[in-house]
T-cell receptor
Framework: AQSVAQPEDQVNVAEGNPLTVKCTYS??????LFWYVQYPNRGLQFLLK??????LVKGSYGFEAEFNKSQTSFHLKKPSALVSDSALYFC????????????FGTGTLLAVQP | DSGVTQTPKHLITATGQRVTLRCSPR?????VYWYQQSLDQGLQFLIQ???????AKGNILERFSAQQFPDLHSELNLSSLELGDSALYFC?????????????FGQGTRLTVV
């Protein structure tokens, strides 16, 4: 079965520093990977996706993610963190098959200190 | 704004009661997913509909049911409510069930069972 893992419950970073939120995946076949962000009392917002092609994917709000097949990772990155980036980040993978539902990781809380 | 509308935003009800959560997908999206988010279980897939037909069931209790209507809006019915059903319920929609398409989430319905 497809799955993703987010090994860190929380990531702390100072404003202006680069940030990385980690995600590893386990899939059979080609992975379709996604990142979503959830701000307090809000729904999940789509950030970016990897389907095929370039291993560096650019998304919304200056975020990007690096797909690494050999390490089965899809880490979310941003060169310079903002306090407003503080939120809960979810990595997800499509399940495959007829439903292709999204399977989410447990989430990583990003806290950016001013 | 994702284009997915969920009503109501908040719901407080007593144990044993029944509630209905409503979701209007983005214009043109045929696939609707329901997810439950709780502190201890994370984001759990409940059920998926595609163009009016049930496509997949996840960890959905027998007390819960859903349907998708001809106009593509969907309702999630929760009955014989228990305290443990308190959670944030999300609806998401996507154009197809293809793996390369992202899903867009509504802002959720926060259900509190007292």
């Amino acid at each position: 079965a497809q799955s993703v893992a987010q090994p860190e419950d929380q990531v702390n970073v100072a404003e202006g520093n680069p940030l990385t939120v980690k995600c590893t995946y386990s899939v059979s076949g080609n992975p379709y990977l996604f990142w979503y962000v959830q701000y307090p009392n809000r729904g999940l917002q789509f950030l970016l996706k990897y389907i095929t092609g370039d291993n560096l994917v650019k998304g919304s709000y200056g975020f990007e993610a690096e797909f690494n097949k050999s390490q089965t990772s899809f880490h979310l990155k941003k060169p310079s963190a903002l306090v407003s980036d503080s939120a809960l980040y979810f990595c997800a993978v499509r399940d495959g098959g007829a439903t292709n539902k999204l399977i989410f990781g447990t989430g990583t809380l990003l806290a950016v200190q001013p | 704004d994702s284009g997915v509308t969920q009503t109501p935003k908040h719901l407080i009800t007593a144990t044993g009661q029944r509630v209905t959560l409503r979701c209007s997908p983005r214009s043109g999206d045929l696939s609707v997913y329901w997810y439950q988010q709780s502190l201890d279980q994370g984001l759990q897939f409940l059920i998926q509909y595609y163009n009016g037909e049930e496509r997949a069931k996840g960890n959905i209790l027998e007390r819960f049911s859903a349907q998708q209507f001809p106009d593509l809006h969907s309702e999630l019915n929760l009955s014989s409510l228990e305290l443990g059903d308190s959670a944030l319920y999300f609806c998401a929609s996507s154009v197809t069930t293809e793996g390369n398409t992202e899903a867009f989430f509504g802002q959720g319905t926060r259900l509190t069972v007292v």
